[in-house]
């Protein structure tokens, strides 16, 4: 499991995967829900749990293998107020025609 920070045209969004990688499948299914262009930072799984102590869990339970991309938090306030920038993986930019 994977923990990103997007950072997209509509806001930030705090996503959990089943995906490893920034695979075709993962970047298909971002284009399926309109995210064709970002910047991602990988998020360590134990802060993002941390942080989000049970809602994280439940989002977590709730994300199956045909069901592998969960929106954790799309408030980009708190999402910036619970994570510093050097506490983040380094930057991936993303850009789909």
Known sequence: MRSLLLLTASGPLLVLTSHELLDDKLLG???AKGIGKFVAFD???GL???RYG???HAVESDLHETD???ILDFNG???FQLFRFNELGAAILQEQA
């Open 29 to 31: 299914e971002l284009k």
């Open 77 to 79: 306030q708190r999402i």
């Open 43 to 45: 998020v360590p799984l």
């Open 48 to 50: 993002a749990k941390e």
């Open 54 to 56: 049970g809602h994280f």
């Open 68 to 70: 592998d991309l969960r």
